[in-house]
């Protein structure tokens, strides 16, 4: 069915044929042990169109001893064997690719085209680690003409993948597909908003050849199905993306059995904007940093940095063009989509209410909006406060929505301290038409990555992840499958 099909479809029916709606444990669909469901939102209609299982800790431990029993057979598979089943999947993906979209976009809120792409980033994360599977491999040690010494990498074992509901397809496939190249397997826990397309990914790795049982879903809420996954103790590794106060708990829950973790935990990242800067590039820069995914992105770009001489003139472009901003349903591809849930947009127009009261200028939006063919939906207007304090809620807080903090430098040494003048460490973002300014600036930032003159470069061969209070660990590259291997030692005397 086309793309268009499957939207006709949802506008005339409310939700869409065949989607999955138990865990996929063991290579099949189940039901939740306790029977029960929960539903899932359209954030651009702000309405439930289906259900889904409502997992426990019994149905963790299914999901858990189907990954340990699964383990052996995938780890002692041969690595070319693995990757051609991960490049299968991203074969598979790729013809699927218009279904998976519209799932996508109805779950999480985002634009169809967003969605697009994303779903074009899952096929080439599957791409890249099925070539890199044959990759891993051990080195050799100079122990003298006596001995031989070398090494070899090791799956760790069961791996926990907790998913964000922003990106629920691609975050899933660059932790999944590492896992798998490196021969571990896996027990993933969606968003409880955007559970669907992590269940589809699932039964797409089974048809395109992964053994029964080596990928496992859980669904369900946090507490009650993240909470005892994170905890189990035959979970070797966990990779989880999402907030802060969240990232500490899955961390101490991993530390009493000594599991590994990977923590990526948002930020608040600078975009700076130095005079010299390709003024149409930056403003194209900033919008895009901010306003992709209605801002809920964990690198979003919230800070501009901008140097005084330019400030005027680029709070002037950019508020007109966040003003015509078109706003929509996400399947009616306009340029913003929804928020994610109803909670979260209250969520953020507090703190914009709270910038409001402490006289912050407000250059654009700065109110909620609805989607104009249904008047529905969970929406909020592109939004720009203007001239803000380095100590105030919005610079030092992550919003997670479409709202830019505008913060005004002097020079380069000042745009430096202001970039690195939060407790978060994630991205960064450049603009200067200087190269050796722009390197130097990139070396004294403390982020994880930073981008020069185009904001989100890079792709899966990119190591991506935090310093700071936005975590540790990197995915992405060829780096992330150092989480998912343990290294063995073997040493020998020969003569």
């Known amino acids: 069915m086309t793309t268009e099909a499957l939207v006709a479809e949802y506008f005339s029916s409310g939700t869409l044929a065949g989607l999955p709606s138990g865990h996929f444990i063991d290579g099949g669909f189940v039901a939740a042990s306790g029977g029960r469901m929960m539903e899932t939102f359209d954030p651009g209609a702000s309405r439930a169109y289906h259900s889904f299982a409502a997992g426990n800790g019994d149905d963790v431990d299914r999901a858990v001893a189907a990954a340990r029993r699964a383990g052996r057979e995938w780890g002692w598979t041969k690595a070319g064997a693995r990757g051609a089943i991960l490049f299968r999947a991203a074969q598979i993906i790729r013809a699927e690719a218009g279904r998976l979209a519209v799932v996508e976009s109805l779950d999480?809120?985002?634009?169809?085209?967003?969605?697009?792409?994303?779903?074009a980033g899952a096929v080439r994360c599957f791409e890249y680690y099925a070539g890199a599977a044959d990759k891993i491999q051990g080195d050799t040690f100079p122990i003298g003409a006596d001995y031989i010494g070398y090494s070899i990498e090791e799956p760790v074992g069961v791996t926990a993948h907790v998913i964000p509901w922003n990106y629920p397809l691609s975050t899933a496939?660059?932790?999944?597909?590492?896992?798998?190249?490196?021969?571990?397997?896996?027990?993933?826990?969606?968003?409880?908003?955007?559970?669907?397309?992590?269940?589809?990914?699932?039964?797409?790795?089974?048809?395109?050849?992964?053994?029964?049982?080596?990928?496992?879903?859980?669904?369900?809420?946090?507490?009650?199905?993240?909470?005892p996954l994170v905890a189990h103790p035959d979970v070797r590794h966990v990779t989880f993306t999402g907030s802060v106060a969240t990232g500490i708990r899955v961390?101490?829950?991993?530390?009493?059995?000594?599991?590994?973790?990977?923590?990526?935990?948002?930020?608040?990242?600078?975009?700076?904007?130095?005079?010299?800067?390709?003024?149409?590039?930056?403003?194209?820069?900033?919008?895009?940093?901010?306003?992709?995914?209605?801002?809920?992105?964990?690198?979003?770009?919230?800070?501009?940095?901008?140097?005084?001489?330019?400030?005027?003139?680029?709070?002037?472009?950019?508020?007109?063009?966040?003003?015509?901003?078109?706003?929509?349903?996400?399947?009616?591809?306009?340029?913003?989509?929804?928020?994610?849930?109803?909670?979260?947009?209250?969520?953020?127009?507090?703190?914009?209410?709270?910038?409001?009261?402490?006289?912050i200028a407000i250059?654009?939006?700065?109110?909620?909006?609805?989607?104009?063919?249904?008047?529905?939906?969970?929406?909020?207007?592109?939004?720009?406060?203007?001239?803000?304090?380095?100590?105030?809620?919005?610079?030092?807080?992550?919003?997670?929505?479409?709202?830019?903090?505008?913060?005004?430098?002097?020079?380069?040494?000042?745009?430096?301290?202001?970039?690195?003048?939060?407790?978060?460490?994630?991205?960064?973002?450049?603009?200067?038409?200087?190269?050796?300014?722009?390197?130097?600036?990139?070396?004294?930032?403390?982020?994880?990555?930073?981008?020069?003159?185009?904001?989100?470069?890079?792709?899966?061969?990119?190591?991506?992840?935090?310093?700071?209070?936005?975590?540790?660990?990197?995915?992405k590259g060829f780096q992330a499958l150092r989480s998912y291997t343990r290294t063995k030692s073997l040493t020998a005397k020969i003569s």
């Open 173 to 227: 496939a660059r932790s999944i597909a590492p896992a798998l190249a490196a021969g571990c397997t896996v027990v993933a826990k969606p968003a409880e908003q955007t559970p669907l397309t992590a269940l589809m990914l699932a039964d797409i790795l089974l048809r395109a050849g992964l053994p029964a049982g080596v990928c496992n879903v859980i669904t369900g809420t946090g507490a009650e199905a993240g909470g």
């Open 108 to 119: 999480s809120g985002k634009t169809l085209q967003e969605a697009e792409g994303d779903v």
């Open 251 to 359: 961390m101490q829950s991993a530390a009493a059995n000594v599991a590994s973790v990977v923590l990526e935990l948002g930020g608040k990242s600078p975009l700076i904007v130095m005079a010299d800067a390709d003024m149409d590039a930056a403003v194209e820069g900033v919008l895009g940093a901010i306003y992709e995914n209605a801002g809920q992105i964990c690198s979003a770009g919230s800070r501009l940095v901008v140097e005084r001489k330019i400030h005027a003139e680029m709070v002037e472009r950019l508020s007109a063009r966040a003003g015509s901003l078109r706003l929509g349903h996400g399947l009616r591809r306009p340029e913003v989509g929804a928020l994610s849930s109803a909670a979260h947009l209250v969520k953020i127009e507090g703190y914009i209410e709270g910038a409001r009261t402490r006289g």
């Open 363 to 475: 250059a654009a939006g700065g109110s909620r909006a609805s989607d104009p063919e249904n008047g529905k939906g969970w929406f909020f207007q592109p939004t720009i406060l203007d001239a803000v304090s380095a100590d105030d809620p919005v610079v030092q807080e992550e919003i997670f929505g479409p709202v830019l903090s505008v913060q005004v430098v002097e020079d380069e040494e000042e745009a430096v301290a202001v970039a690195n003048g939060t407790d978060f460490g994630l991205v960064a973002g450049i603009y200067t038409g200087d190269f050796g300014r722009a390197h130097r600036m990139a070396r004294d930032i403390d982020a994880g990555q930073v981008y020069i003159n185009e904001y989100f470069a890079g792709g899966i061969e990119v190591p991506f992840g935090g310093n700071k209070l936005s975590g540790f660990g990197r995915e």
